[in-house]
């Protein structure tokens, strides 16, 4: 474990990128995106995708890398993530990996694997065909009640992988179980957090600037050159989910703007949860005068 990492985590907005540059200015280091949009070509303005200006020369990775259509997930991200961190080190840079989405840096960074079915599973898709999503659910409550508690009701696709999972004789829950889930790098943990009420505000700004930036035209750009454009991974991301329901004329422009911010405030609640409960986070409140010298000592005992 003596390869040292940095990870820099928090709610959306509450200012992650700027302190990950600092930090790789002061210590030599690359960046490493923790964010599982930010990945996709074409996604700019509703990921806040860290912009030229933004990086000021600091190398980053995991950005601007996939099509739209390529599939992306958390297995892909803990490979790919893993091979730059060694990367990085054997250069001697320091390895910081900045973003919010926990799941993705805690399978990177800790001894976690995922359950996988093998591919000529898929087929088996046809046999839960006629089944609703709650009659899915039932059946996994059934099978694997632990996992059954873990996804909701309305994604069939993990509902239906969950239960390919159990008719192979390996519940997923027993294989997580199994797990020491303990970090496999030298890893710093650094949390930045601040008042719910100030960072609710940083939100909604940060919408607003998002619609006055273009976030409109980029989804509708994208709509107009993918019929199928919500099917794709990248779009199930907050600020671009939403626009679903108003191109089915369900919802109107300001109606979803709102839906927007109000997905973004319930994330960063489900970001602190996750980060205080899955790992030893740091925290320090950007509201502070000193915050950023606490972090830099920290980050040079950690270092020495």
């Not at 599982?36 to 190398?59: C, F, M, N, P, R």
């Not at 607003?208 to 930036?213: E, G, L, N, T």
């Not at 907050?238 to 679903?244: C, D, L, N, T």
């Amino acid at each position: 474990m003596s390869t040292k990492v940095i990870c820099v985590v928090g709610p959306t907005a509450v200012g992650k990128t700027a302190l990950g540059v600092k930090l790789a200015q002061k210590y030599n280091g690359e960046i490493i995106s923790g964010d599982s949009i930010q990945i996709y070509k074409e996604l700019d303005i509703g990921s806040a995708k860290v912009t030229e200006e933004e990086k000021q020369g600091i190398k980053h990775y995991l950005i601007d890398e996939l099509e739209l259509t390529d599939a992306y997930n958390v297995n892909d991200f803990q490979k790919k993530c893993r091979k730059l961190i060694e990367e990085i080190s054997e250069r001697n840079k320091l390895p910081i990996i900045v973003g919010g989405t926990g799941l993705y840096i805690k399978a990177a960074t800790y001894d976690y694997y995922f359950p996988v079915q093998n591919k000529k599973d898929d087929s088996d898709e046809e046999k839960y065909r006629k089944f609703t999503n709650s009659e899915l659910m039932d059946l996994l409550k059934e099978a694997d009640p632990r996992t059954a508690e873990t996804i909701h009701v309305n994604n069939r696709k993990r509902l239906i992988r969950a239960l390919q999972l159990t008719e192979s004789g390996n519940r997923r829950s027993d294989i997580l179980a199994e797990q020491e889930h303990s970090p496999i790098y030298d890893a710093l943990m650094i949390g930045l957090t601040m008042s719910r009420e100030r960072l609710y505000q940083r939100i909604e700004q940060r919408v607003d600037q998002m619609v006055a930036s273009g976030l409109f035209e980029e989804i509708d750009n994208l709509y107009q050159k993918y019929p199928n454009l919500f099917e794709f991974r990248g779009i199930q991301g907050i600020g671009y989910k939403e626009w679903e329901e108003y191109y089915k004329e369900l919802k109107k422009k300001e109606e979803v703007i709102e839906q927007i911010k109000i997905h973004s405030r319930q994330f960063a609640r489900r970001q602190y949860t996750w980060f205080n409960n899955q790992m030893d986070v740091s925290w320090y409140d950007i509201e502070k005068d000193n915050y950023q010298e606490e972090i830099f000592r920290s980050v040079e005992d950690f270092l020495n």
